[in-house]
């Protein structure tokens, strides 16, 4: 018989035992449960960064396809423009080559706005009747193109058919305007190269502002100068002390030019001087704040008064803007009483002082020279015969602009015509209307285009 000693001692140890095996199988439950835990909280982020991921490439698709969006409605409105110039132009035409052109222009904007049309959102573009009437007139005018180019002349019914396309096109580019601004999308093109051209910047949309640059240098005169003499001349063109020229980054290329910074009375300003002659290639004020203390007009005399006392000789304005406190304006040489466009400086006057602080004379070296033949084969009143009687033409001019095969002597009738100021050139040798130009007036003053 057992003793009650060691019996007791067993239950004891059996009691233990089955304790240690309730106590291993609740460890064996407590870290089951622990590892589904992790595995969910390892799913359910995984999940979470799946998700944020695809928010993450929606928003950007989204992104996309809006600024997707706001480009073909900048495309569209700019060729909208276009071609509403282009309609008005037609108008005014006179000779049957610049009509064709025109018209073969106008027909490849008319595709173009068609092709933009279609690619916008029905509730951008307006409805379907809008991309229906771009390819009507791009048909139109194609057959137009074609009479033309033939030998033949605009009618009076096509004159007619051009006033009513002009109408429609001026309500549609109205309704395209409207439809961007409210969308919040595409601003206007020519507001996107304005803040895509750096300031200060002296790009100017004047009459045959950007001439020709792709011959030799005419007026890069003088032999080869020195750094100490580039030296002087930048302190004489900025109007500084030479102690005050700082020297900067040379310019290579056609115009090879020594860098120089002055510290003048209306801040600094960067100054480049060609290496051949000592000319004054450009020069640029580091920052755009002035005051307004002096007048537009007073500004302009001292521009005047500057470029004679530079060398340049007699130069007439031509168009003026104003901004941020600067007079910006273009001068183009005269000779004989004619304005030669292509030999243009353009300059920046601080309204503060009055003072030149900006030049951009590239456009006058390339092309200044004296010419010879300015005298026309036909009188301003043959000239003026040549201009249809829809413009209200004022005196005219003879001047010289730049052409693809170079220049030509015309005579410039500057008149309104709906509403709007025109300038036409009519070959003075031959009659033909070269060149018509609407003039675009802005905050800042008035553009050629």
Request: glycine share 10%; hydrophobic share 40%.
């Amino acid at each position: 018989m057992e003793p009650e000693k060691t019996r007791h001692d067993r239950n004891v140890s059996d009691k233990g035992r089955k304790g240690s095996r309730r106590k291993a199988s609740a460890c064996v439950d407590w870290d089951g449960g622990r590892t589904l835990t992790v595995t969910f909280a390892l799913l359910f982020v995984l999940s979470l960064s799946a998700n944020a991921a695809q928010a993450a490439e929606a928003r950007a698709l989204r992104l996309h396809v809006e600024m997707e969006q706001q480009r073909n409605m900048a495309e569209v409105v700019g060729a909208m423009a276009d071609i509403e110039v282009n309609l008005q132009k037609l108008l005014l035409a006179s000779g049957a080559r610049q009509s064709a052109e025109l018209l073969g222009e106008t027909a490849l904007l008319a595709q173009h706005l068609e092709g933009g049309l279609a690619r916008l959102p029905a509730e951008d573009s307006g409805t379907g009747d809008a991309m229906k009437f771009a390819g009507q007139m791009g048909d139109y005018i194609m057959t137009l193109a074609s009479q033309v180019s033939g030998g033949g002349m605009l009618s009076t019914r096509d004159e007619k058919q051009l006033e009513g396309l002009l109408a429609a096109c001026q309500g549609l580019n109205a309704h395209l305007v409207s439809a961007a601004q409210e969308s919040g999308g595409a601003a206007l093109p020519d507001e996107e190269n304005e803040s895509a051209i750096p300031y200060p910047s002296l790009i100017y949309d004047g009459p045959f502002s950007d001439g020709r640059t792709e011959q030799t240098p005419r007026a890069l005169t003088g032999g080869r100068i020195t750094r100490e003499q580039a030296r002087m001349a930048a302190a004489r063109y900025a109007g500084a002390d030479e102690e005050k020229i700082r020297e900067a980054a040379d310019s290579g290329g056609i115009f090879e030019a020594f860098g120089f910074s002055a510290d003048t009375p209306d801040g600094r300003v960067s100054v480049q001087v060609t290496g051949q002659g000592g000319h004054l290639l450009w020069m640029m004020p580091e920052s755009a704040e002035f005051e307004e203390r002096v007048s537009q007009e007073a500004c302009l005399a001292y521009a005047q008064a500057w470029l004679e006392e530079m060398g340049f000789g007699r130069m007439e304005r031509c168009f003026v803007q104003q901004y941020d406190g600067m007079v910006v304006a273009n001068f183009a040489a005269v000779q004989e009483g004619v304005l030669l466009y292509p030999d243009q400086v353009k300059l920046q006057m601080s309204m503060a002082t009055g003072r030149v602080v900006g030049a951009e004379c590239s456009q006058y070296l390339m092309n200044h020279e004296r010419r010879n033949g300015l005298v026309p084969a036909m009188t301003q009143e043959q000239a003026r015969e040549m201009l249809t009687s829809r413009l209200q033409a004022d005196e005219g001019r003879l001047c010289v602009i730049p052409t693809d095969a170079g220049e030509r002597l015309c005579w410039e009738f500057r008149g309104t015509f709906s509403g709007e100021t025109y300038y036409v050139y009519i070959d003075a040798s031959t009659g033909e209307a070269t060149e018509i130009l609407r003039i675009s007036r802005t905050a800042q003053g008035e553009a050629a285009v």
